[in-house]
């Protein structure tokens, strides 16, 4: 069965420092999304993307964060200068069609910023 | 605004013993409906999920959802649970105002033999 998966399953970095998790969507989705989950915490919206372009972004997606389609296969959320409270468990989700379609959750990429 | 409540945090249950965990959700319209689990250190499986039509749904893992108009509750349940149940299940909102979830808080299930 298709999946969605992630790298790496867990990110230490400095504070100040950029970090880029990466994602592939399953093959045939068109809708990509970035969550979090601070521990402890419910997951929450960060960002839609299709058609190479956000559709949507919550108030925590701000100039920090970026997202990208470098390739056909990759969906990537960038982090430019990570601050302690970007710790958190980051998952990557996709899904066929929008306005909500399933979406497929990745396993996360746990992000731990020093 | 929208918004998605799980009113117990924990819920502690026998093996064999029938289980609910409950969701309300705050919305102008019908919104799609999802229950997905997580498993330590995994991601999130989509056990279920109500778009319209019969409003008692099954989903994977002899697990089922009724969805409630008048309450706003979609809960969550199951006759008999295992021990491999024991995970987080999150309740979710898809809006038709976006691509985007809301999710509950989860409830987190512990199953003792």
């Known amino acids: 069965e298709p999946e969605v998966t992630q790298t790496p399953s867990h990110q230490v970095t400095q504070m100040g420092q950029e970090v880029i998790l990466r994602c592939v969507p399953i093959s045939n989705h068109l809708y990509f999304y970035w969550y979090r989950q ?37 969906f990537t959320l960038k982090i430019r200068s990570t601050k302690l409270e970007d710790s958190a468990m980051y998952f990557c989700a996709s899904s066929e069609q929008g306005i909500g379609d399933t979406q497929y959750f990745g396993p996360g990429t746990r992000l731990t910023v020093l | 605004a929208q918004s998605v409540t799980q009113p117990d945090i924990h819920i502690t249950v026998s093996e064999g013993a029938s289980l609910e965990l409950r969701c309300n959700y705050s919305y102008g319209a019908t919104p799609y409906l999802f229950w997905y689990v997580q498993s330590p250190g995994q991601g999130l499986q989509l056990l279920l999920k109500y778009f319209s039509g019969d409003t008692l749904v099954q989903g994977i893992k002899g697990f089922e959802a009724e969805f409630k108009r008048s309450q706003s509750s979609f ?6 649970v295992h021990w491999s149940d024991a ?15 809301y999710f509950g808080t989860g409830t987190s299930l512990t199953v003792i033999p």
């Open chain 2, 75 to 80: 809960n969550l349940r199951k006759p008999s």
């Open chain 2, 87 to 101: 995970a987080e299940y999150f309740c979710a909102v898809g809006v038709f105002t976006g691509n985007q979830f």
């Open chain 1, 38 to 74: 601070i521990l402890g915490q419910k997951v929450e919206f960060l960002v839609s993307f299709y058609n190479n372009e956000i559709s949507e972004k919550s108030e925590i997606f701000d100039d920090q964060f970026s997202v990208e389609r470098p390739d056909g296969s990759n």
